[in-house]
C-alpha cells in the first residue's frame, strides 16, 4: 500500500485543516487506516482510525470533539478534518495502514506508512 498525505500547514489556534491520505497499490478491504503525530520532542502518538469496509471510527481523547476522520472509497482517500487546533496540536501528521484485529495505538501494528505532513498552529 502507497500512502500520500497533503493538507498540512500553518494555522492560527482555533482554526481548522483538512488532511488527506490518497492510498493506492492494493484493495483495502480487511484494513484500517489511521492517522498518527508525532510532536517535536515526543513520542509518535495515535489520533484516529476508521474500518474502510464499515467505515467504524476511533479517535483518541484528546481528539473526540474536534477531530474527525472520514474516507472516500471512490478516491480511494481517508481524510482528517481538525478544528478548534491548539498549539499542542502542533505535529507531523502520519498516515498509515494496518490490518483488522491489532490495537489502533500501537504504532508497531502499522504496516504501511506515508511521509507525513507538517502542522503548525500558531498561539
Known amino acids: 500500500v502507497q500512502l500520500v498525505e497533503s493538507g498540512g500547514g500553518l494555522v492560527q489556534a482555533g482554526g481548522s485543516l483538512r488532511l488527506s491520505c490518497a492510498a493506492s497499490g492494493r484493495t483495502l478491504s480487511n484494513w484500517q487506516l489511521g492517522w498518527l503525530r508525532q510532536a517535536p520532542g515526543k513520542e509518535r502518538e495515535f489520533v484516529a482510525v476508521?474500518?474502510?469496509?464499515?467505515?467504524?471510527?476511533f479517535y483518541t481523547d484528546s481528539a473526540k470533539g474536534r477531530f474527525t476522520i472520514s474516507k472516500d472509497n471512490a478516491k480511494n482517500t481517508v481524510y482528517l478534518q481538525l478544528n478548534s487546533l491548539k498549539p499542542e496540536d502542533t505535529a507531523v501528521y502520519y498516515c498509515a495502514a494496518k490490518t483488522l484485529g491489532t490495537s489502533a495505538s500501537s504504532m508497531r501494528n502499522y504496516a504501511y506508512w506515508g511521509q507525513g505532513t507538517l502542522v503548525t498552529v500558531s498561539s
Open positions: 476508521i474500518t474502510w469496509t464499515t467505515g467504524t471510527t
